[in-house]
């Protein structure tokens, strides 16, 4: 993939863009054998990729420059900003609508957060489409609340030159600090959820709640969980970490007993939206941290799906699991160091399958999909 500011230096973020992308696939597959070591694999499954460039959903642009003259894209470390409106990682569309943005951050009067010196009101804007109906939700950062009647009265004029924006909200980011955004956030339109399907399931997206950035790997991560799961019956199942609920969703059929478990509310909203549109009945979404759930609950469903943050489900989680024994856990990262390291602690188990899906080309970041099977299990 070509990338100007790649070439011209601007931007690394790509750290892999000079190699081959099939070059990367190997050498993720590699790095993923290489953590699992000395673990046996039962099965390795072939790498799942998608196309290489305009695959994000999402873009998170941090706003500098002027009023008159914004600039939507990056800081560097010394203050620098960098444009990254032509990054070709997002849809050409997302072009458009900056170049609207632009004008539109003049028209309001926000003036850009200036880091140096601590001044100025719109820090990031954040924008995300559903490769589903084409909508776009926008997310304005600001510093306070002070130029939020300047941002309600132009808003007209943006939802005119975009069309496709369908939900718009203001958080409030007061703190002066790396953090992309704040705990408030207001809506600025009455429909305050983007529809998203993935292989025919309904998924919502809402401001303060995770969702996947690469849909085309992410619904393939999905509907081969679901493909995993079907290979036997299962009857009741925990999506632990689950967000808006898409790995559940995917896997439960009208019996399934299915708890989800995610610590942000916003994202169960969502998720009990789509359980509803799809008509489960024995399915419960709540919002609460998963290990203090999964330890203080005496049920042992016959799978636990996780998915959890960078950091991995941690020791507390691993030990409880490996005690608790459901008969097959199904873990789903995006970063293969922490999972190697909890697997390890999953001392009852063995991996029965994995696969690589390359959510994130010309980086050395992967998602990966492990089957854990207990032992002791004899046909299961
Ligand atoms: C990698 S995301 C996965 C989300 C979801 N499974 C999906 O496919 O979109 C990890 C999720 O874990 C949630 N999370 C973080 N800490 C948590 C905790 N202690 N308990 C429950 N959920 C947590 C985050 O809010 C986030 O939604
Ligand atoms: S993030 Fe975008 S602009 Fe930066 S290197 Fe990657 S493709 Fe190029």
Redesign the pocket.
């Known amino acids: ?1 070509h ?4 070439t011209a230096g ?5 750290q892999w ?1 000079d190699k081959p992308y099939a070059t990367q696939l190997e050498d993720k597959q590699h790095d993923l054998a290489e953590l699992l070591g000395d673990l046996p694999v039962g099965e390795w499954r072939e790498p799942v990729y998608g196309a290489e ?1 305009a695959f994000r959903n999402k873009a998170k642009m941090v706003v500098s420059g002027s009023v008159e003259r914004p600039l939507l894209g990056m800081l560097h470390r010394d203050g620098t900003p960098v444009d ?1 409106c ?4 997002y849809p050409a569309s997302f072009s458009d609508v900056f170049r609207h943005l632009k004008t539109f951050i003049a028209r309001a009067g926000l003036t850009p957060y200036h880091v140096g010196r601590k001044r100025g009101e719109l820090k990031h804007l954040l924008l995300t489409q559903s490769q589903f109906s084409g909508g776009l939700m926008l997310r304005f950062v600001l510093r306070s609340e002070t130029k939020l009647a300047q941002l309600r009265a132009a808003l007209p004029w943006l939802m005119q030159q975009v069309p496709a924006l369908q939900v718009v909200s203001a958080n409030i980011q007061p703190v002066h600090m790396a953090i992309l955004e704040g705990e408030t956030e207001i809506a600025l339109t009455d429909q305050q959820a983007l529809e998203e399907h993935f292989n025919q399931v309904p998924l919502f997206i809402r401001p303060q709640s995770f969702f996947q950035t690469n849909p085309q790997v992410a619904a393939a991560l999905y509907a081969t969980a679901r493909d995993w799961v079907a290979e036997r019956d299962i009857s009741s199942m925990w999506d632990l970490f689950c967000g808006v609920g898409g790995f559940g969703l995917h896997c439960a059929g009208p019996e399934t007993q299915l708890t989800g478990i995610e610590i942000s509310a916003e994202a169960i909203v969502c998720a009990k939206i789509s359980a509803a549109r799809l008509g489960l009945k024995n399915v419960e979404f709540k919002a609460l941290d998963s290990t203090g759930f999964a330890t203080g609950n005496d049920a042992v469903p016959e799978l636990v799906l996780v998915n959890p943050p960078r950091r991995g489900i941690g020791n507390e989680l691993c030990h409880y699991l490996d005690s608790m024994a459901p008969a097959r856990v199904l873990y789903s990262s995006c970063n293969a160091v922490s999972m190697a390291k909890d697997i390890r602690e999953l001392k009852n188990y063995r991996i029965e399958r994995v696969q690589l899906f390359d959510m994130f080309p ?1 980086t050395a970041h992967y998602e990966v999909l492990t089957l854990l099977i207990r032992e002791d299990a004899v046909d299961l």
């Open positions: 993939m990338c100007a500011q790649y601007t931007c690394r973020s790509c863009l460039q990254l032509d990054c070709p990682l010309h």
